[in-house]
């Protein structure tokens, strides 16, 4: 049966499988690691990308949602709980193409932190501007590991440098603004490790792409990515 999680499961090793096989080297999976890390982080972000879109043109369904789930769940302290029964959900192939299917990942995500289903919040915008203006920069530098002789180093490492900074500073601004505004208040250890983990996430793996990025611009080549 299909469920979210295993769709996003299937997303990432059909998604990551084909770009490790398009790579044009051997051992492209385990021979370097930043090569390794950037696929699975790019791939990943797109699909988040993906639902960050859906944040912003289903905000409105997503409070209806929130509250429902709020009824549920957050009365109760079971907040994590809500969370893993999104994860858990059974879909139809319908429901793969439904972008309210993958906004209701923030209306779940609220019951961890309710400015998600703010629209006048930090983290909405930030993750909104991410949905839109991510994709492009991850699928620029997939296509430069794949084809490193096709692109320019410049365009790719600036490029990288500038889009991997918005993530990881979008992302530090806003787990900073989760913590000043103890948002962690009365929630459970599983919720505090899902909301570090998640945040980290989007802190150490681009962070690793700005490496990248500026040692192509200091060696005026993609050697680091081979």
């Known amino acids: 049966m299909l469920t979210v999680g295993l769709a996003i499961a299937l997303w990432l090793a059909i998604s990551c499988g084909i770009t490790f096989a398009l790579l044009p080297y051997e051992n492209a999976i385990t021979g370097n690691f930043i090569v390794t890390a950037i696929v699975f982080f790019n791939n990943l972000n797109i699909f988040i990308s993906i639902c960050e879109i859906c944040l ?41 193409f439904n972008g309210k299917t993958w906004a209701e990942m923030w209306s ?34 997939n296509y430069a590991m794949i084809r490193p002789d096709n692109v320019s180093p410049l365009l790719v490492g600036c490029v990288s440098v500038a889009s991997y900074w918005q993530m990881l500073y979008g992302t530090v601004i806003y787990f900073l603004s989760y913590l000043f505004n103890r948002r962690y208040l009365g929630k459970t250890i599983g919720v505090y490790i899902v909301v570090f983990v998640s945040n980290v996430t989007w802190m150490v793996f681009p962070a690793i792409a700005i490496y990248a990025a500026v040692c192509i611009l200091r060696d005026g080549d993609l050697s680091i990515l081979q």
């Open 56 to 96: 912003g043109i289903h905000i409105l369904y997503i409070k209806e949602d929130y509250k429902k789930k709020l009824k549920v769940y957050g009365e109760r302290n079971l907040n994590l709980s809500g969370a893993l029964s999104w994860i858990n959900m059974p879909l139809t192939l319908g429901q793969v």
């Open 108 to 141: 779940t995500y609220s019951l961890l932190d309710p400015s998600y289903q703010n629209h006048e919040s930090f983290g909405f915008f930030i993750d909104v501007g991410n949905g839109w203006t991510t994709i492009p920069p991850c699928l620029l530098l």
